[in-house]
């Protein structure tokens, strides 16, 4: 199941959530949060559906399907996170929930506020098997940016202050000709490296990569496992993107 908002140009948010669990095989359920206004040249507007409907979503889907793996995306309010924070704890207990700390829009636009932010690292995070922020996403939850190997150990540590144990830090943020990615996992540090591709079409990269990693889980993959698939997925749907829009271009999401 996927907890996020939708993006009415099919690159990111629930759409590609979709998109990517069809490529796995998987079957997907979702709770929408948001509708928001995008295309490739950025967000324009957003609605936010209310907390109660996102929370009626969530136990609908529960109640009956079921879930293997949970990914939260978007979620734009305090109230949001809150909401889904108390919903998932009450009813999705021992289920693995990948976190997905949406802040801002490719374009620039911010997706979470301070107060939001605030309720996730007290309330959500704790609740995470896995968290999956880029650069600058740690840096918030954290207040260190972990470019260096010495700042991505003193992250994880304040990480696991907030009751995480694993962490994917995404390097897509650095401007390094090879891409680091990093799981801290189990008190490792696992580097996961790919060339830097020169391309603008990488819209909706962060949400495909947890949702991967979910459907690994889903399927029952270790997660380790779960995210070395995901990240050479990410890496295949980026260099095979369609090259739609005049701005930041969705992905391939085909295997």
Known sequence: ??????????????????????????????AITAVTVQN??????AHIVPPDVVRDQIIACLSDIGADAIKTGMLGSADMVEMVAKTLAEHARGIPLVVDPVMVAKGGSPLLDEAAVTVMKKQLLPLALLVTPNLPEAEVLTGIYPKSEHRIRNAAMVFKLL????VLFKGGHGQEPLVRDVLWSGGEFIPLEAPRQDTQHT??????????????????RP???????????VQNAIRTAPGLGGGHGPLSHKI
């Open 1 to 30: 199941m996927v907890i996020a908002g939708s993006d009415s140009s099919g690159g990111a948010g629930i759409q590609a959530d979709l998109k990517t669990a069809q490529a796995f095989g998987v079957y997907a359920q979702t």
């Open 40 to 45: 490739t040249l950025g967000v324009t507007g």
């Open 163 to 166: 009751r995480v144990e694993n």
């Open 203 to 220: 819209h909706g990269t962060g949400c495909t990569l947890a949702t991967a990693i979910a459907c690994g889980l889903a399927q029952g």
């Open 223 to 233: 997660l380790r496992d779960s995210v070395s698939r995901a990240h050479m997925f």
